[in-house]
């Protein structure tokens, strides 16, 4: 009897983990922005995206920033302040991180679609390498991994998704925990998924890089 109670006591703080998790990370950032400062449905401009990309190339630098950080902040919290404080273990570290992501994905603010969890999850690794130190190392070259293809693309679909994969493979590599190792591949499907559509304007030639100042203009 103590042991279902155990057992029962567990799922519930679980479930509470999953369940504020989702909610803080189906918080629609760039939307709301959009919305406050411009008076327009971000999904109507630019690539038609509720992430912080589509915010800097719609409502320019200064409030992309203050996108990306917000929603890297929305998986950052779920991973150290949700499952901190109810399951402070690995899997309780991962149902926040996959709420999170899951929430910014498919958001049930905007009719279930969202953005697509880059810097979410890029908010959750960060959460992970303050719950489980073993997962660093992974995080910090899966960083490196995303600027440095970045740097040669200036795609940034192209360093997410490179990014993407390399994650699973380092956290294996690295010896992170079963869970966080699950989490990873998990969080490369749906980066992988989400980007579709870029990967088709990739294989045709359309999709748009961002302007690096060291890039050579063409002569007019």
């Keep these: 009897m103590t042991d279902i109670v155990n057992i029962s006591w567990i799922a519930g703080k679980l479930a509470l983990v999953l369940g504020l998790s989702y909610l803080m990370g189906s918080i629609p950032t760039a939307f709301l922005f959009g919305k ?13 995206n509720v992430g912080a990309t589509n915010a800097f190339r719609v409502l320019g630098k200064g409030t992309g920033t203050v996108v990306l950080l917000l929603d890297i902040i929305k998986g950052i919290v779920p991973v150290v302040v949700f499952a901190g404080i109810l399951t402070p273990d690995p899997l309780g570290c991962i149902v926040a991180g996959m709420g999170a992501v899951c929430g910014h ?31 660093r190392p992974a995080v910090l070259l899966c960083v490196l991994s995303w600027l440095t293809c970045f740097v040669i693309t ?32 998990l969080f490369c499907v749906f980066i992988v998924l989400k980007h579709r559509p870029n990967i088709h304007r990739l294989l045709i030639g359309q999709e748009p890089k961002v302007p690096m100042p060291w890039a050579s203009k063409k002569p007019s």
Excluded at 36 to 48: E, V
Excluded at 110 to 131: D, E, W, Y
Excluded at 171 to 177: D, E, H, K, R, T
């Design 36 to 48: 406050i400062l411009k008076g327009i449905d971000i999904r109507q401009h630019g690539s038609g």
């Design 105 to 135: 994905n498919w958001t049930c603010f905007l009719n279930f679609k969202g953005g697509k969890g880059i810097a979410t999850s890029l908010g959750v690794l960060i959460g992970l390498t303050v719950a489980i130190p073993a997962a």
């Design 154 to 185: 200036a795609y940034v679909s192209v360093s997410s998704i490179v990014a993407g994969i390399f994650l699973p493979i380092l956290m294996i590599v690295f010896g992170a925990p079963f869970l966080v190792i699950l989490l990873s591949l």
